[in-house]
């Protein structure tokens, strides 16, 4: 299967699990949004052009917001991890095994620590941002903490639990011209 058609096949299904099953799921607490959604930005490759993956963010977050009739907020939030996505990258690993290592991140190609430090950085900064637009003020910054780490926290037991469910085959990449 081409990396296209796989990751319009992820697309699809990540909006369809959020908007079907995540977002109508009754309020756990006050505090507790499960967000999977996001993991789709996250798994993308890593030789997309920042330029087209703050682009497919955006797109991604539009779509969203589409479905949840919330007016840009989850377009803004996957613009700015994808913004912020190759720079972590280019932080985490050396850009020589990036070009020729595999081909999208996984714990396969990045290695435990590091790709957990990836997945928990940018979920951290995509639900700040995210809880913030919502809220827009702060008038009680405990409870905007609390939301912030409790959604976080509930979002990467999500991403876990997809990551030992659906077990992705990280590809060598053998050829990099």
Same mark, same amino acid.
């Given at each position: 299967?081409?990396?296209?058609?796989?990751?319009?096949?992820?697309?699809?299904?990540?909006?369809?699990?959020?908007?079907?099953?995540?977002?109508?799921?009754?309020?756990?607490?006050?505090?507790?949004?499960?967000?999977?959604? +996001? $993991? &789709?930005? !996250?798994? #993308?490759? @890593?030789? %997309?052009?920042? *330029? /087209? =993956?703050?682009?497919?963010? +955006? $797109? &991604?977050? !539009?779509? #969203?917001? @589409?479905? %949840?009739?919330? *007016? /840009? =907020?989850?377009?803004?939030?996957?613009?700015?991890?994808?913004?912020?996505?190759?720079?972590?990258?280019?932080?985490?690993?050396?850009?020589?095994?990036?070009?020729?290592?595999?081909?999208?991140?996984?714990?396969?190609?990045?290695?435990?620590?590091?790709?957990?430090?990836?997945?928990?950085?940018?979920?951290?900064?995509?639900?700040?941002?995210?809880?913030?637009?919502?809220?827009?003020?702060?008038?009680?910054?405990?409870?905007?903490?609390?939301?912030?780490?409790?959604?976080?926290?509930?979002?990467?037991?999500?991403?876990?639990?997809?990551?030992?469910?659906?077990?992705?085959?990280?590809?060598?990449?053998?050829?990099?011209?």
């Amino acid at each position: 299967m081409s990396d296209l058609l796989k990751n319009i096949i992820r697309f699809a299904l990540f909006i369809a699990i959020q908007v079907f099953i995540l977002n109508r799921i009754p309020p756990l607490h006050r505090f507790i949004t499960p967000y999977l959604y +996001f $993991l &789709f930005l !996250l798994w #993308l490759p @890593f030789k %997309t052009p920042r *330029p /087209g =993956l703050t682009l497919i963010g +955006f $797109l &991604f977050g !539009l779509m #969203l917001d @589409f479905f %949840t009739k919330t *007016p /840009g =907020l989850h377009a803004a939030s996957c613009t700015l991890i994808a913004y912020f996505r190759p720079f972590l990258i280019s932080l985490m690993m050396p850009k020589e095994k990036i070009e020729i290592s595999y081909a999208e991140p996984s714990v396969t190609s990045m290695g435990l620590m590091q790709y957990t430090i990836y997945v928990l950085v940018l979920t951290f900064l995509h639900h700040s941002f995210l809880v913030f637009l919502e809220w827009m003020e702060f008038g009680n910054f405990w409870y905007f903490l609390g939301k912030v780490f409790s959604t976080t926290g509930i979002s990467l037991l999500l991403i876990t639990i997809t990551e030992l469910l659906f077990n992705r085959k990280a590809r060598y990449r053998t050829n990099v011209a």
